[in-house]
């Protein structure tokens, strides 16, 4: 069993300055999960009659993305490619001090405590992320062949589970990584090629639109991904970016590509 | 619904918007990035002659001299590739300032190099070298009497105005300093332009990462080997100049 002295951001709501709070964590056992450890806080706090600390989370099996901590000035945690829910105590030691805080950008504002409002990554995937005919059911195995390379990198794509993560590690609060791993899953396949100018034009401008930073190239983003997708998709989603030059000038509706 | 809009949203645009677009603007960073290594490369080339002798770096900087207007253009081209690459730098930063007006309480740094993180101030810094740089040795504002350094052919005395300047520790440690700075800043930014143009992948990144720190090297021996060679006095004024 372990004690552990935690600071953790409280803000009553949008409107609220917010400050860092000091809460003693304790009895913590090694194999609590990071937000089995918060829980045990807040019953403490419950019984107290105290406000219980405020944050995202869902499945607790690391595949949902909602969980959403930066611990320690890490999002998700020390451990690399985990979701906070999937962070166990055993990587921390008794008598630690534990920053917690919500994800800090200007594109996800504080709704309360730890919580923030990730609706602009909504909007980037209503901008784009789709594809916009009805491609069918399930297909045939190999009835449309997709080369083993590609669907393998769309597939390490598609592994994004939209937690918000890489904005927050960035230190340009940018959120490429996530653009270009929708952008990059598409853009394997052959049901999303033929969209592809008009789908990163589209997010590209929703990601800007929202307010979120440019990359700069500190691949922190990676380091915290709890999906580890790799920064390379962001190489790929500059070349489908660049691809768009061939469309210079083309008056709107012009159709074709 | 709106969200239906890929199919409608126009997608036609001028170039102005594929540049206004954060994308865009790192591409505007990313080339004009190439053309500045290109120069400082051929730069440190063509200095690098002063170790041929007086004759060879005095013929090349008549030759880069007997362009006229040509050289003007190549002037013009440059500036305007420096003022892009500086402009659109600051742009972006300032935007990615502004996208967290909140920061941590606790920061901190996992895998991002110090290199990345302080190419901002590294870049400012090397353009304020080069404005003094060229009132030092180009426009010879700073040394008037340079201006009346001629060799044996009627020349203009490069090579000795060189080594002149060199002579004095304070401004070959400084240049030193500055050009240990342009290292640093294109130890991050060779293998960054590969990646904003698209030109990295799995394979590639390992060895991109090397090639941004051998051409650091590279250009960092190339440049301070010249005030070196005049500080520890491999490279001697010719008889007669002082």
Redesign the interface.
């Known amino acids: 069993m372990m004690n552990l002295k935690l600071?953790v951001?409280r803000q009553k709501n949008a409107q609220d300055k917010g400050k860092?709070v000091d809460y003693n964590a304790k009895n913590v056992s090694p194999d609590m999960s990071f937000l089995e450890m918060l829980d045990i806080v807040n019953e403490e706090l419950i019984l107290k009659g105290q406000e219980p600390i405020v944050f995202d989370h869902d499945c607790r099996e690391g595949i949902c993305g909602m969980c959403s901590q930066?611990i320690?000035?890490?999002p998700h945690g020390p451990e690399r490619g985990t979701t906070v829910c999937q962070l166990h105590m055993r990587h921390f030691k008794d008598g630690d001090t534990i920053?917690i805080?919500p994800w800090?950008?200007?594109?996800f504002p504080v709704m309360k405590d730890l919580i923030v409002d990730r609706s602009a990554l909504d909007k980037i995937i209503?901008?784009?992320g789709?594809v916009?005919v009805d491609t069918g059911g399930c297909p045939d195995a190999n009835s449309l062949p997709i080369a083993k390379d590609d669907a393998e990198d769309a597939m390490d794509a598609a592994a994004c589970i939209g937690c918000g993560a890489c904005v927050a590690?960035c230190?340009?609060?940018?959120a490429?990584l996530f653009v270009s791993a929708k952008v990059g899953h598409f853009a394997k396949l052959p049901q999303g090629k033929i969209?592809r100018?008009?789908?990163v034009?589209?997010m590209?401008?929703a990601?800007?639109d929202a307010?979120?930073?440019?990359?700069?190239?500190?691949?922190?983003c990676?380091?915290?991904c709890p999906k580890e997708i790799?920064?390379?998709f962001?190489?790929?989603?500059?070349?489908?970016?660049?691809r768009?030059?061939n469309?210079?000038?083309?008056?709107?509706?012009?159709g074709g590509f | 619904m709106?969200?239906?809009?890929?199919?409608k949203?126009?997608?036609?645009?001028?170039?102005v918007g594929?540049f206004s677009?954060?994308?865009?603007?790192?591409?505007v960073v990313a080339v004009t990035g190439v053309v500045l290594l290109g120069f400082v490369t051929g730069h440190m080339v063509g200095n690098l002659q002063v170790f041929i002798g007086q004759e060879a770096i005095n013929r090349y900087a008549a030759f880069l001299q007997g362009l006229g207007e040509l050289l003007w253009l190549i002037r013009a081209f440059m500036a305007a590739t420096l003022i892009l690459h500086v402009w659109f730098a600051i742009q972006?930063k300032l935007?990615?300032w502004?996208?967290?007006?909140?920061?941590?309480?606790?920061?901190?740094?996992?895998?991002?190099t110090l290199s990345?993180?302080t190419?901002i101030w590294t870049g400012l810094l090397i353009g304020a070298f080069a404005a003094y740089h060229l009132l030092h040795f180009t426009f010879m504002s700073l040394h008037p009497e340079y201006k009346t350094l001629e060799d044996h052919l009627g020349q203009h005395d490069v090579y000795s105005m060189v080594i002149l300047g060199f002579k004095n520790p304070a401004i070959s440690i400084f240049y030193i300093i500055m050009m240990f700075t342009l290292a640093y800043h294109l130890s991050?930014s060779v293998?960054?332009m590969?990646?904003?143009?698209?030109?990295?992948?799995?394979q590639y990144?390992g060895g991109l990462r090397r090639l941004a720190l051998a051409v650091a090297g590279i250009l960092f021996v190339g440049y301070t080997a010249i005030p070196a060679a005049a500080l520890l006095d491999i490279l001697k004024l010719p008889a007669g100049v002082k």
């Open positions: 600071k951001w860092i930066t320690n000035g890490i920053f805080e800090r950008a200007r594109a209503q901008a784009g789709f916009s590690a230190k340009n609060a940018s490429m969209e100018e008009r789908r034009q589209a590209v401008k990601m800007d307010g979120f930073g440019n990359c700069t190239n500190y691949y922190e990676e380091a915290v790799s920064v390379r962001i190489a790929l989603m500059n070349r489908e970016y660049l768009t030059i469309h210079l000038g083309r008056k709107k509706g012009a | 709106e969200s239906v809009g890929i199919a949203k126009t997608w036609a645009f001028l170039p594929f677009r954060s994308i865009g603007k790192k591409l972006l935007e990615n502004a996208a967290r007006p909140k920061r941590y309480e606790h920061n901190a740094t996992v895998q991002a990345s993180r190419m991050h293998q960054s590969f990646q904003t143009l698209g030109l990295n992948n799995d990144d």
